[in-house]
């Protein structure tokens, strides 16, 4: 374990620590942002495709019953997360956040190698789908633990001054993911025969995913842990179980905050995996040019979601990017499905754009908010509470919502539902401390002047500072 003194590297000329050296800090962005990449490949490339081996894995006499049986199946990963979420976070904050995020990749890519090799229904009866159910409980033990473990390792390793750029790295990787996944599953449903896609032509994609898995495995393994982890650690001890009742006791209203950062995530994952199979069911466009019009409309977000991070350390966090993202669901959620009633690729392409360009805006900061909403010794517990629960609930059920509203007849109460949703998440929003880099504040390990030995950096009065206190 490194000391105090070691742990963080001298101060820079503005006051501001570096928490790591540039090229160290580089190998650590890109073993975690690779990984993530990973991790959200596998877990996107099942609903985009769940239209096509629905009727292969979980068959049926009715197409949409297969493909309601698949979504189910899909569902579950996101009832695992919580579980997941508030079981293992704490494991991070007391352990440290590579180990996690090393097992995590893991069990993602596993999850996908079995859901890409698993025969058919035809083949191997009942246990087909019984594979995918325990490959979505793997997958959804992993991404349990991914997501906020990712955002403190990117937050935790970033310049004080640069944590809104940072941190929005975990959001671009995933965005990239959803681009990747998408682009691969519009590739094989275009180059591949109705029969042969149905037949094999899907797993591709998967036995992708799972090889890549490797790959980020060999890159997290050797990263180095964050500085601030080791700083905590040599002042908090605490059990894994005694950090989680530090959480539910000290933080609840930034539990609640960081809830609602997180539940827009029922726009995300309606846009991502839903919006080619609900243009698909309701104007009858061919799921292949769907697929394609939302690789267009996700390179917009890829590059609007780092942009906006480093804007918010220049002009701050809360009072921009939440806000103004969240009026633009709110304002453009209605309409453009309303336009996608319209035929035509152009129309397609431009209603997936534009929810991906405001969806952009609220990804960009997120993450590095809810990081600097909780202190080092539970922030991966914070995070990982809230958002977890969030996602499963609104996140993992939102294919099947919008499909059942679809099949229902009501497919405008999609837009109704999100609006909703987002709407109460725009409550809170205005209830958000200012975070960003105005305020000077450093993270929070850092700030502590016992920590650093009495290192002048921030003021003794930093609210940084008063959270990691409350922590010990």
Known sequence: MKTSKEAVSSPDPSGLPEVSEPPRRTVNMVAGTIGHFVE??????????????????????????????????????????PLSGIIISPLADRFGRRLILTLSISGMALGALIIG???????????????????RILQGISAGSEAQSAIAFMVEHAPANRRGLFGSFSNMASGFATLAATGAAAMVTSSFTPADLAAWGWRIPFVAGGILGVVGLILRARAEETPEFEATALVDQKSAPARLMDLLREHPKALLQAAALSAPAVAYYTWATFLPTYAKLTTGRD?????????????????????????????????????????????LFYPLLLLLNQPGFGVY????????????????????????????????SGIGFAHQIVIAVFGGTAPLIAAAFVGAGQPMLVAVYMIAIVALCLVVYFTLPETGNRGDRVTVALADPEVLEGEHLVSSTSPAIDGAKRSR
């Open 40 to 81: 959200w490949y596998d877990w996107y490339i099942y609903g985009l495709l769940a239209a096509v081996f629905s009727s292969q894995i979980f068959p049926s006499d009715s197409p949409f019953a297969s493909l309601i049986a698949a979504l189910l199946t899909y569902a579950v990963g996101f009832v695992v997360r």
């Open 287 to 331: 799921l292949s040019s769907t697929l394609a019009g939302s690789v267009i409309g996700l390179a917009l977000l890829v590059i609007i979601v780092p942009i906006c991070g480093a804007l918010s350390d220049r002009l701050g966090r809360r009072k921009i990017f939440p806000i103004i993202g969240a009026i633009g669901m709110i304002v």
């Open 117 to 135: 090799l698993t025969p058919s229904f035809a083949t191997i009866g009942y246990a087909a789908p019984i594979l995918f159910l325990v490959a």
């Open 349 to 380: 392409v431009l209603v997936s754009a534009s929810g991906w360009v405001v969806l952009g805006i609220w990804q960009s900061v997120y993450p590095t908010i809810q990081a600097e909403l909780f202190p080092a010794a539970v922030r991966v």
